[in-house]
């Protein structure tokens, strides 16, 4: 599944693992995170994350 990096602090999301602190599972892809959901590290909205480059390389 696509990871997504976050372009201010570069934490990504990886829809394997989920953000089990913000109460997403894993298996839930980016697209389908909450509109309210922020990164866990820096609160960066998901309009200031990026398309990881290593991406689709595990399953
Ligand atoms: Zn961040």
Redesign the pocket.
């Known amino acids: 599944m696509q990871k997504w990096r ?1 372009s ?2 570069g ?1 990504t999301y990886d829809p394997n693992k989920g953000d089990p602190e913000s109460g997403i599972n894993p298996g839930v892809s980016f697209e389908d995170l909450p509109d309210h959901w922020g ?1 866990p ?2 609160g ?1 909205s998901k309009e200031l994350f990026e398309r990881s480059s290593d991406d689709a390389v595990d399953d």
Request: net charge negative.
């Open positions: 976050c201010i602090c934490y990164c590290d820096c960066a």
